[in-house]
């Protein structure tokens, strides 16, 4: 089973993943597919959107004769960034609550 995964959710994966270094849209695809199913094609969209809002900015830089876009967080990246952990971390500890709490009387149940 797959759970959706909001737009807002993917802003915060993506901000998470640049803040440990600037890099580039295939290697930011392959961290966050590690943990939830998202292809490429669902990436860019994401990454205009934070280029436009100014939470990223991107640069090209030579690999093997090609150009390659690197994105790097900007303050305004920063900023958003620990908003989405702080509502993230409360959003989480709700849902863990609500989830455990069943399982917990479920398995008591039998």
Do not use: C, H
């Amino acid at each position: 089973m797959v759970f959706p995964v909001s737009s807002a959710l993917l802003d915060a994966l993506v901000l998470s993943v640049v803040s440990a270094e600037d890099t580039y849209g295939y290697k930011i695809t392959q961290e966050i597919t590690s943990a939830i199913e998202m292809s490429e094609s669902t990436l860019y969209p994401v990454l205009r959107r934070l280029l436009k809002s100014g939470s990223l900015t991107s640069y090209d830089k030579e690999f093997l004769g090609r150009n390659r876009r690197y994105y790097k967080i900007t303050a305004e990246g920063k900023k958003l960034l620990k908003e989405y952990r702080s509502v993230w971390i409360d959003y989480k500890a709700q849902i863990d609550d609500i989830i455990g709490r069943n399982a917990v009387a479920a398995r008591a149940a039998g």
